[in-house]
């Protein structure tokens, strides 16, 4: 395995867009060969929605990548580029392996969340759907800054606000990312894991309702 996955000197030279609300995305933050060797671990996830990687079965590149997302040298060039100090603060790590109809829907992530980062691992993306739109308003997926296709290895990052606006065209089937939010403190990123291990579990136990067919179709998908 290569030495780090994470394009930092990209990310570093990459300028934000400052209005009207901090962002940047990077095409190239992983490389191919990083893409592989991450693809080749990642978790086996049949059911839409985010994962909490301690419920989650992985490889060891995929170990990799998420020591690397939890160091001091992604910490600080994240703090440093939205001109935030990050210092203790904790950060929660989820996982999703698939989509469904009613995701994407525009919102600004909660106020406990100080910054959001995504990195995808899809394929050629060639759908109009799926493609992660940075927003002017609340209420029109088209009145965009920017739009993100979640192509293996892009990455997007913001700062959260009351303007951070973000969403997507419906898109149902596999659309793998691994999200990192610093958060505001740790009672919320414990409450953060919380919601999502929950809702991990409710959906697990809507899987077992399945058809053994539709259940096996559902996990060669992801």
């Known amino acids: 395995m290569s030495s780090s996955y994470v394009d930092l000197e990209a990310f570093r030279a ?3 867009t400052r209005e009207p609300f901090e962002f940047l995305a990077v095409p190239g933050f992983l490389n191919a060969e990083a893409c592989a060797e991450i693809n080749r671990d990642y978790p086996k996830i049949a ?3 985010s994962f ?4 989650l079965a992985f490889g060891p590149a995929f170990q ?3 020591d690397e997302l939890a160091g001091e040298d992604f ?3 994240f703090a440093d580029k939205f001109a935030v100090d990050l210092t203790g603060r904790p950060h929660t790590i989820t996982v999703r392996g698939r989509c469904a109809a009613k995701d994407g829907r525009i919102h ?4 406990t969340k100080l910054i959001t980062v995504l990195i995808y691992f899809n394929d050629l993306w060639e759908a109009k759907g799926g493609r992660l739109r940075l927003l002017r308003s609340p209420t ?3 009145d965009m800054i920017g739009e993100v296709s979640p192509e293996l290895g892009a990455m997007v990052a913001f700062r959260r606000s009351d303007k951070s ?4 065209d419906p898109f149902e089937g596999v659309r793998r990312y691994v999200m990192i939010n610093w958060m505001t403190s740790d009672a919320a990123a414990r409450r953060e894991l919380f919601r999502h291990r929950v809702s991990a579990r409710a959906k697990f136990a809507l899987s077992l309702l399945k058809p053994r067919s539709a259940r096996k179709a559902g996990g060669a998908r992801a």
């Open 140 to 142: 029109d997926l088209n």
């Open 165 to 168: 606006y973000h969403g997507h």
């Open 64 to 66: 990799k990548l998420l």
């Open 108 to 111: 600004t992530d909660t106020e």
């Open 52 to 55: 909490p990687v301690a419920q």
């Open 47 to 49: 059911e839409s929605g």
């Open 75 to 77: 910490r600080k060039a």
């Open 14 to 16: 990459t300028p934000l």
